[in-house]
């Protein structure tokens, strides 16, 4: 028996056997062409059939993992439509006269190492973005397709580490669990993992070996353990420790109906976050209260235009339409930083998580946000609607958005549309907002803590970098100092204050929470029961 240590992406025992994950070997050979015309089409052609993969893999990833999942494929073909990038590669191929697959292996090696020479945490990650995208068009050139799972039972996949697109592209019903000897919790790998409800681990200790294709092997999501070739005794208690938690899973379904409050009678709202009007399902399944973050950007993304008001409408209509009275918080337009759209214009930023993006691009195209405002306000008829304003950091801006709300309701009721009402609130997801809470409070009805930004922006520690990955500390006492002074300032004003970032589901939180006075803590479907469980217990 072996035995192996990695850094578990979600509770649960998977048993069954190793499936080391191997790409289709090709050899890319350099040539030089004598038709440069001929190579620059082959090019093109490539380069459109990558962007028709790139558009299906964000429908698929959008279907089965949700919004930020899904995301990543809109940067990659902005990055495969950069025109510098393009320019690179036709050079290479008109001045050197080389075939194409070997002019965008070198275009990709070339600009993914400008990208990992950087300063900034944010553009340094995207030196493997821009690998993938050449990866995937050199293969598409040779005519090589990816790996795959040629099994006919269920897996433990194993994996040096695993780009975003390898993992959508998966038969998710072959998998039991991921191994990556790469990777963080943050990765694409892991937000698949956590969305699927299968136990994985990361940056796990262990070699390769295509020895291990075929073994049995046990992942103990809750020690971050791999055994692999487990002896009698660890097979016992691993299944058993399997069968625990799958009964466990089964008396949380007992929950459905009861309601969130502690033993000496404190009521939490339960809410739960969703990316686009599927998730509803799996929101009334889990019994969530209500949405308490609809995040409208998969709307803007994967398109060609600005959508429409009325396309608009129709999906908040459908969201709040099947929530049938319970609270739908509908998260304004939150575009900008890695959530780009061609059409939007964007100029390049050095810095873009704290540039042009959210509340700010809003604020400076009133006509855009007006037509989300008003398809907002006209579905708000069929339901409860709230609305929340991402990245606020002034009383200005706060200001500023309640007069253009005013307008939207002015112009509705001349033209004769039905709308209904809805509470305002913001997301507190800034130390400046933090600090100015007791100001903001005085404007909105409530608000809504973002920690996934909060917590990098306090920190200055990139999220998505695996190298920070050991100094990345979600409990630091500054980001909880934040939490609780934005909810004494929130109750001092008489509004309701609430979590909808990755805090909100750790439960090692939640009685810390409580005792802060939170009222609201709004989490992934999934983890909707077990916070349940939790809070009734406390």
């Keep these: 028996m072996m035995q192996c240590s990695g850094k578990s992406v979600l509770d649960g025992v998977a048993i069954g056997k190793l499936y080391l994950y191997q790409r289709q070997e090709y050899v890319l050979k350099k040539e030089i062409i004598s038709d440069v015309e001929a190579e620059k089409k082959r090019f093109w052609d490539a380069k459109a059939s990558a962007a028709a993969q790139l558009d299906e893999l964000y429908r698929k990833a959008l279907d089965e993992a949700g919004e930020e999942q899904a995301m990543i494929f809109d940067v990659h073909k902005m990055m495969l439509d950069d025109g510098d990038y393009l320019e690179a590669v036709i050079a290479k191929i008109e001045d050197e006269k080389l075939n194409a697959e070997y002019a965008v292996l070198e275009t990709g090696k070339s600009f993914a190492e400008i990208f990992a020479s950087m300063d900034d945490d944010y553009m340094r990650a995207r030196a493997a973005d821009v690998k993938d995208i050449s990866t995937r068009v050199v293969r598409i050139l040779a005519g090589v397709g990816d790996g795959g799972i040629h099994s006919d039972e269920p897996v433990i996949l194993l994996a040096d580490d695993l780009s975003p697109s390898e993992t959508v592209q998966m038969d998710k019903s072959k998998i039991l669990a991921f191994v990556t000897a790469g990777g963080s919790a943050n990765s694409h790998t892991a937000i698949l993992a956590r969305s699927m409800n299968i136990p994985s681990l990361v940056k796990t200790e262990l070699e390769l070996k295509s020895e291990y294709n075929g073994v049995t092997a046990v992942v103990d999501g809750f020690t971050g353990t791999l055994y692999i070739d487990p002896d009698e005794t660890v097979l016992k208690e691993m299944t058993a420790k399997r069968e625990r938690h799958q009964q466990e899973q089964k008396l949380l379904k007992e929950l459905k109906g009861k309601d969130n409050v502690t033993t000496d009678g404190r009521r939490i709202n339960l809410y739960a976050n969703i990316g686009n009007t599927e998730d509803v399902a799996k929101v009334l399944e889990s019994d969530a209260g209500g949405i308490g973050l609809f995040r409208s950007e998969f709307i803007y993304l994967g398109r060609e235009d600005y959508p429409t008001e009325e396309e608009q409408f129709e999906i908040y209509k459908e969201v709040i339409s099947r929530m049938a009275g319970k ?32 509340i700010r691009i809003c604020l400076d195209r009133v006509e855009m946000f007006k037509t989300q405002l008003r398809a907002i306000y006209r579905a708000s008829a069929f339901g409860t609607a709230a609305i929340m304003f991402p990245m606020i950091i002034s009383v200005a801006e706060i200001r500023r958005v309640k007069e253009i709300v005013e307008e939207v309701k002015e112009e509705l009721t001349a033209e004769g549309k039905a709308f209904g009402e809805a509470e305002l609130g913001i997301m507190i997801e800034t130390p400046a907002a933090v600090m100015i809470s007791d100001e903001l409070a005085k404007e909105v009805e409530f608000f809504s803590i973002g920690t996934n930004d909060l917590t990098q922006y306090t920190l200055a520690i990139d999220r998505q970098n695996q190298s920070l990955d050991n100094i990345y500390d979600a409990h630091h006492p500054a980001v909880l100092k934040m939490i609780k002074m934005t909810i004494d300032n929130g109750h001092a004003a008489g509004i309701w204050v609430g979590i909808c970032g990755e805090l909100a589901s750790d439960k090692t939180l939640t009685k810390t929470f409580v005792d802060m006075g939170l009222d609201e803590l709004s989490v992934s479907p999934t983890y909707v029961l077990g916070l349940r469980k939790t809070i009734r217990e406390i």
Excluded: S
Aim: hydrophobic share 40%.
């Design 327 to 358: 609270k739908v918080i509908i998260r304004t337009l939150d575009i900008g930083a890695d959530k780009q759209a061609d059409y939007f214009g964007i100029a390049k930023e050095e810095n873009p998580a704290m540039g042009y993006r959210a």
